[in-house]
Structure formats: structure tokens, C-alpha cells
């Protein structure tokens, strides 16, 4: 799967979504006035002496064109109105999409072994797909099997699961539901996703108000005489014609969802097997949908309005023309053609009721004992013992998956630990800046204490040298694990971090290259959890239109590189195709402009970035090979970008051809 094209197609599917939303509202403002001039209509032309109405010719007297643009202009800055704040209130990060409807944060201190697994499972993916490891969020009223993933973009995304997803697939078939939800971060479907919930949500607003106005009837039932006279049930009938027009409002949502959602999940299904090179996994997850009572159902209150997110239909539906995704067996067949029909079967897990707050109950509760004592006391602690293989797939305790990560990695256990809680990884981030020389140094430890962080300068200074000693390619992952527990802090706590921070990397009086590229990918990355964060939005269409910013961009990387700089950047245009591309003076490539620079790159077309960062990394890899540095460098650059994938630069291969 070309994740470029993913995202391009995503984009198109925008275009097709604001077709299909100017058609809906269209639609809307002639129900609005037909309802209105039935509601003139019925007030004015009874007669109640005569009991008699005027004909049709005097109700379509009502419709007139002044009466139909102020209508329109009404339901029109209403649907607008109400699209625009839904979109402000889900634009600000996947968290507030998983909280909505009732998830709760997983802790990366969770004994709870089944939120173990899924954490594995989710930094698993993350490593795959060269990103960093987005929060877990557990639905735990739900037992349907369902996930889903949120957010505008991968800085800000989450992922969402339902407790019953990590209570009864095995671990090779939650795999391919959590590389199912990456792909829609990966390709750009969440944007989508949010804007359509947001449109929809403008559409389906003057049904809400419909439904405001009936309810008003009972006002009505115990007013006095004169009112019930004199017309008072109008209004109520006005609500029930404006929720009529909701209701086919809804409808024309239904049909929206369903036009735009349906492919993408077959693309995400695609995508999912390419990431996990294995099509049983999600494949079997399906079949275990289909054969379990609560199937792929969701409950929570906010669930009908983001239906189109999740990987499984959460409701019935009657009519498949308004489903938002594809049937089952269609779904399974895709994956496996070999398919004989038969859904696999899942004894229901019955589990006590786990916590409705974040960090209650999670750490050092003794979980497993409690729950041991709950089945064992309703008699079905034996079905869950009896399976061994079942207990297995949930994998090592929490210490064995920590000495799993350091080997995977290549880092010491103890900064894993540390990577796993706000102050040690706050700790290990700014050890990562400080200077060789002792005298910035000092400096750099009174930043520390002047920060107001209890216990920051003395842990900095134990982990110092360690991570001195940290090869230069093991720099990434370890800020990478780091991101989880950085996220977990207060919007106070993390502007004073931004400020530490930078203050770490001025107090030598200069930036380098690589400290605004540590900076720009912790920024990027934990921006969105706590400000609202303006993604880049894609407006030029051929690189022509950036033509200096590139040359900014590879003009620096090319005096940073290993090789000669003029031939390093003529290496670098010629494969963008632009031989008339000049190497820029050293004056002119300063760091401000090179930051400048690649924003607005990341402002391209989805299918312009491919070559952009081919030719960056041609010029950042002059010898023919890309260092760990360079490497680190250029992912930097990929994440500023919006696009840290394993599609591009994660799977370019160490040695440049």
C-alpha cells in the first residue's frame, strides 16, 4: 500500500464528502420551507367557525423567494454554525473523541494483563510503522469486539478499544485489529473522519430542535383555555415537522457515512495484513465478530455519531444502504478466499466492572487477585483457568515485556523503566541536551533546578553519563519511549517542560541542527496532547510553488552531510528533477529559514512528499549511506512533515543506490 496515495485518495474522498454535504443542506432548506409554509398555512387559513382550510393554490402562495432565502440563510448558517463548533470540539486531539464515549486511559503502569497485552501490541505497531506510540484508550462498559483510532493527525491520535477486543482475541487477531486502526492514522483517514462527524452533526441539528419543540406540547397540556384556543399546539407541530426533516436529515447522513466509509475500511483491512504480513490475524478477529453474541455492538452515548470510525458496524441496520461498513462475510472473503463460512465461536468472558477513572484500581491493586476472587465466587473460575493456551496468549508479566523492550531497542532496562513514568522520562529527554562542555553544563543544571520539577536536577545528572554513552541510532527510540509518559502530564507542567527545554538548548548561545530536530519532534508529537495544534493543510500542488524552500532544505542538509556540499546537492536536485537548482551560500541557510522551510513543504500535495523526502535523504547521504544521525535527522524532518511512515522512510534501506 502506498501511503501517499492513501492519503491523496483521502483527500479526494474530502471533496466528495462536501458534494454530498451541500447536496444534503440544499435538500434541507427546501424540507425547512415546506415545513414552514404547511406551519403558515395551517395557522392562517383555518377557519374556526367554518372548519375549513384554503386550497392548494393558497398554501403554495406561501413560498416565496424572500421568505425562501432568509429560511435558507437561517438552516444554512445554523448547519455551518453547528458544524463549526463540533469541529473545534473534536479538532482538539483523539483523546476528547475517546473520552466522549466513555474510554479511559490505559497507564503504562497497568497491571491488568489484558491491557498489557494491547499496549504491547499497540508499541509493536507503532515500531512497524515508525511513529510514536499513541495512548490506549479501554471502552470497559462495552463487551462488543470494536476499536477505533482519533485524531486529526498522528501527533495527536489515539487508539481506542473496546474492553470485550481485549478480553477475548487471542493475540495474533488483536494485531490485526490495532494495525487495522494504524493504518487509518497512517492514511490520513482520521481528518476525514472528524470533518464528516462534524458535517453531519450540522445536518442532524434542526432534527434535535424538532425534538425541543414537541416536547414543548406539554407546556400546552397544562396551560389555560385561551392558549389551547388559541392555536398553542402549532408550535409543537412545527417541532414535529422540523424533526420529520432531521429525521430525513439523518438519513441523508446515513447515506454519506456509507458512501465515503465503506471503502477505506476494505483499504484498512489491506493495509493491516501489509503491516502484520499476515492475514489470519484480522481475518480470524472478523470471523470471531461473527460468531460472538455481542458482535461488534457499541452502547455509549456518543457512539452513533462517530459510527464511522470504529473497525466494526456498532449497530444493526436494516437496510445495508446505510451501513458504514462493509458486511462481514465480504470483509472475510477479501482476506481469506478460502473462507468456508463458519464463524468462530468465543465463550463470553463475564469480568467485575473495572474502574470509570483513569489510574484507579490500574497499579498495585493486586488486579489479577481480585479478579481471580470474582469468578471464582460467580463459579466460572474454572472456565477461565481451564484454557492454558488462552492464558498464555497474553504473554510475559510486565517485568519480562520490560527486559523485552531494552533488547528489542538496545537500551538499558533501567531507562526503560524510566521511560515508563513523567519525571524519569522528563529526565532522560533533557539528559539527551546536555553539553560535553562543564561549564554550559552548569548552566544546563541550574535550569534544572530553577525549574520547580522536585527531584529533576539529580535524577538528570544520575542518568547523564549513561546516556552519553547511548550509540547515536539509539537516541530515537528512547525519546520515542519516552513520548507516552510525557503526554501524561498537566498543561502546566508541560509548558514549563517547553520552557526547560529550550532553555537546555540555548545555553551555549547557538542551535544546532540536532537539537532543533529533538526539539521539533517532541514539539510535534506532544503539541497536540495539550494546545490546539493547526495541522498543515495541503495547498500547493507542484513543487514549483516551493521551489526555494527546497532549496533552503536541501542546501542545508547538504553543507550537514558527509560528502562535498556543491555535489551533495546537485545529487539531491537531480533526483527531484530540477538540474538548474543552485547550491545556496552558507550565509543564506540559516536555521530559521530552514525551519521555515520545511513547514511550508509540509503545507505539499500528499504525492509531492515521496520525492521530497528522497531527494533529503540523497542529500543528507552523500557517502551513500544514512548514519544513525542522519536517520534520526531525517525522521525529524519526516514527523514535521506529517508523514512518519514506514511507506518512505522507514523502508528506504540503509544503503542508498
Keep these: 500500500m502506498d501511503f501517499f496515495a492513501r492519503q491523496d485518495l483521502a483527500r479526494r474522498n474530502t471533496r466528495l464528502l462536501t458534494v454530498l454535504f451541500l447536496l444534503a443542506v440544499a435538500g434541507l432548506i427546501l424540507l425547512t420551507n415546506a415545513m414552514v409554509a404547511a406551519f403558515l398555512w395551517w395557522g392562517d387559513s383555518y377557519n374556526l367557525y367554518a372548519g375549513q382550510r384554503g386550497g392548494w393554490r393558497?398554501?403554495?402562495?406561501?413560498?416565496?423567494?424572500?421568505?425562501?432565502?432568509?429560511?435558507?440563510?437561517?438552516?444554512?448558517?445554523?448547519?455551518?454554525?453547528?458544524?463549526?463548533?463540533?469541529?473545534?470540539?473534536?479538532?482538539?486531539?483523539?483523546?476528547?473523541?475517546?473520552?466522549?464515549?466513555?474510554?479511559?486511559?490505559?497507564?503504562?503502569?497497568?497491571?491488568?494483563?489484558?491491557?498489557?497485552?494491547?499496549?504491547?501490541?499497540?508499541?509493536?505497531?507503532?515500531?512497524?510503522?515508525?511513529?510514536?506510540?499513541?495512548?490506549?484508550?479501554?471502552?470497559?462498559?462495552?463487551?462488543?469486539?470494536?476499536?477505533f483510532a482519533a485524531g486529526i493527525s498522528p501527533a495527536d491520535a489515539v487508539i481506542g478499544v473496546t474492553r470485550g477486543t481485549i478480553a477475548h482475541l487471542k493475540r495474533h487477531e488483536l494485531q490485526g485489529v490495532i494495525a487495522h486502526e494504524f493504518s487509518h492514522i497512517l492514511n490520513g483517514d482520521m481528518r476525514l473522519n472528524i470533518r464528516l462527524a462534524a458535517l453531519?452533526?450540522?445536518?442532524?441539528?434542526?432534527?434535535?430542535?424538532?425534538?425541543?419543540?414537541?416536547?414543548?406540547?406539554?407546556?400546552?397540556?397544562?396551560?389555560?383555555?385561551?392558549?389551547?384556543?388559541?392555536?398553542?399546539?402549532?408550535?409543537?407541530?412545527?417541532?414535529?415537522?422540523?424533526?420529520?426533516?432531521?429525521?430525513?436529515?439523518?438519513?441523508?447522513?446515513?447515506?454519506?457515512?456509507?458512501?465515503?466509509s465503506r471503502q477505506k475500511e476494505y483499504l484498512a483491512d489491506a493495509c493491516a495484513v501489509q503491516y502484520t504480513r499476515d492475514n489470519t490475524g484480522i481475518a480470524d478477529a472478523l470471523k470471531v465478530i461473527g460468531g460472538y453474541l455481542p458482535g461488534s455492538l457499541v452502547h455509549a452515548a456518543r457512539a452513533d455519531e462517530m459510527s464511522h470510525i470504529f473497525f466494526g458496524q456498532i449497530r444493526h441496520q436494516l437496510w445495508q444502504l446505510f451501513a458504514t461498513h462493509p458486511p462481514l462475510p465480504q470483509r472475510i472473503r477479501r482476506l481469506d478466499p478460502q473462507w468456508d463460512g463458519q464463524y468462530l465461536e468465543r465463550q463470553v468472558v463475564h469480568y467485575p466492572e473495572h474502574p470509570a477513572r483513569p489510574g484507579a484500581g490500574e497499579v498495585g491493586v493486586g488486579r489479577a487477585a481480585l479478579v481471580t476472587a470474582a469468578l471464582a465466587v460467580t463459579g466460572l473460575a474454572r472456565e477461565a483457568t481451564a484454557d492454558a493456551d488462552a492464558d498464555a496468549d497474553f504473554g510475559p508479566e510486565p517485568d519480562q515485556l520490560e527486559e523485552a523492550t531494552a533488547a528489542r531497542h538496545k537500551l538499558p532496562l533501567a531507562f526503560i523503566r524510566y521511560s515508563h513514568e513523567p519525571l524519569g522520562a522528563t529526565a532522560l529527554v533533557m539528559a539527551l541536551l546536555f553539553s560535553p562542555d562543564a561549564s554550559v553544563r552548569k548552566v544546563q543544571y541550574a535550569l534544572l533546578r530553577d525549574s520547580g520539577v522536585s527531584g529533576l536536577e539529580d535524577l538528570a545528572h544520575t542518568l547523564r553519563e549513561g546516556v552519553a554513552q547511548l550509540d547515536p541510532g539509539l537516541r530515537l527510540p528512547l525519546i520515542e519511549l519516552c513520548l507516552p509518559a510525557l503526554k501524561s502530564q498537566s498543561a502546566d507542567q508541560y509548558q514549563q517542560f517547553k520552557r526547560t527545554l529550550l532553555g537546555l538548548i540555548r545555553a551555549d548561545r547557538r542551535t544546532d541542527l540536532l537539537e532543533w530536530s529533538l526539539y521539533q519532534l517532541l514539539r510535534h508529537y506532544l503539541d497536540p496532547e495539550f494546545i490546539q495544534v493547526k495541522p498543515a493543510t495541503a495547498r500547493h500542488r507542484s513543487l514549483d510553488k516551493v521551489r526555494y524552500h527546497l532549496r533552503v532544505v536541501l542546501s542545508m542538509l547538504a553543507y550537514h552531510g558527509s560528502g562535498e556540499a556543491a555535489a551533495t546537492f546537485r545529487l539531491a536536485a537531480d533526483e527531484l528533477g530540477y538540474p538548474a537548482l543552485q547550491l545556496l551560500p552558507v550565509a543564506d541557510c540559516s536555521l530559521e529559514a530552514f525551519a521555515r522551510a520545511v513547514h511550508q513543504l509540509a503545507d505539499c500535495y500528499p504525492l509531492l512528499k515521496p520525492p521530497v523526502l528522497k531527494a533529503m535523504s540523497r542529500a543528507a547521504s552523500a557517502d551513500g549511506t544514512l548514519s544513525p544521525v542522519e536517520r534520526e535527522l531525517l525522521t525529524s524532518l519526516a514527523a514535521v512533515m506529517d508523514c512518519p511512515l514506514p511507506g518512505t522512510l522507514g523502508n528506504l534501506s540503509t544503503t542508498i543506490p
Excluded at 109 to 138: F, H, K, S, W
Excluded at 211 to 228: A, F, K, V
Aim: contains cysteine.
Design 58 to 147: 393558497e398554501f403554495l402562495s406561501y413560498f416565496n423567494w424572500q421568505r425562501f432565502g432568509g429560511i435558507g440563510l437561517g438552516v444554512g448558517a445554523t448547519v455551518a454554525m453547528v458544524s463549526l463548533v463540533k469541529w473545534l470540539q473534536l479538532a482538539s486531539g483523539g483523546k476528547v473523541v475517546a473520552e466522549a464515549m466513555g474510554g479511559v486511559r490505559v497507564l503504562s503502569q497497568t497491571r491488568d494483563r489484558a491491557e498489557r497485552r494491547c499496549l504491547n501490541i499497540v508499541d509493536e505497531m507503532a515500531l512497524a510503522a515508525g511513529m510514536p506510540v499513541p495512548p490506549v484508550y479501554v471502552m470497559n462498559g462495552e463487551r462488543g469486539i470494536n476499536a
Design 200 to 260: 453531519l452533526k450540522g445536518i442532524t441539528f434542526i432534527g434535535d430542535v424538532g425534538y425541543i419543540l414537541m416536547r414543548s406540547s406539554s407546556h400546552h397540556r397544562t396551560g389555560n383555555d385561551r392558549d389551547r384556543s388559541s392555536g398553542g399546539p402549532a408550535l409543537p407541530l412545527l417541532g414535529a415537522g422540523l424533526w420529520i426533516t432531521g429525521w430525513l436529515g439523518g438519513l441523508a447522513a446515513g447515506f454519506i457515512k456509507s458512501a465515503i
